[in-house]
């Protein structure tokens, strides 16, 4: 069964300071992003859902969205402070949307089919979208996916990161993710703080639509709490750990050797250049992808 990819891609990225889902890091000028939609393309994907904000939708549509044109099929949602459950307004003073979990909310009404979460500025693995493929081909109902990478394969050399710490239980269900940030490539690895093959959440998801439900209700009530709070965000992970909680889902860890390459910091770019390059050399990729 052919599933949606819901990319969330309303992040100016203020760490790398520019709008790096635009960046280009392959040898034609390819975007981190190009390479997971041409992944989630040959897992099944069918159609591509945005998550994006108004500012800077010319620009994206411009330089991102028209390169799918007549390749898969494209659409846009847009994420804002203020589009909030009826009864809410946003807090004077507050400036930034509410989390990734708010992005996936605002999508509720473009996605009606199996989907798949990612990042826009991270290069999760043609293996990762395979899984996640063949995982979404027979899910239902409160049947979950994440895909689970190694710590080790996820830092960058150029400062600390945030990571979703990921436990589960002997079935391979998540049992909860812990949102850590600052992970520096210093404190993993034998005798260290963290092991080496730590499973941790990228925020590479796969759902049913029976996720919108739960995470309208979440929603209301982290704004009851927290609406109020000018930095306060409504974190993915934690709202799956809520549904697991709340027995909505059960979500199946789908283990990746696959390594991570994101840019988080702009120093980060020629590592990622490399990188994909080399998978090029390899030909995990063509030269040119579109």
Known sequence: MAFTLLVLAAGMGS???????????????????????????????????FVIRRDFEALFREKIGARYAGRIAVDYVFQSLDQLPPGFTPPAGREKPWGTA????CAREAVKENFAVINADDFYGADSFARLGRFLAGAQGGAWAMVGFKLA??????????????????????????????ITREEVGPGKKYAADTIVSLNCWGFTPTLFAGLDAQLRDFLALQGRELKAEFYLPVAVSTAIERGQAAVSVLPTESSWFGITYRDDKPRVEAAIAALVRDGKYPARLW
């Open 15 to 49: 760490r790398y300071g520019g709008l790096k889902q635009i960046d280009p890091v392959g040898p034609s000028g390819e975007t981190v992003l190009d390479y997971a939609v041409f992944d989630a393309q040959r897992a099944g994907c069918t159609r591509v859902v």
């Open 102 to 105: 708010h992005a996936v909310w």
């Open 153 to 182: 394969n996820t830092l960058s050399e150029h400062g600390g990161v945030s990571r979703g710490i990921c436990s589960s239980d002997t079935a391979g269900n998540l049992t909860g993710s812990a949102e850590t940030h600052g």
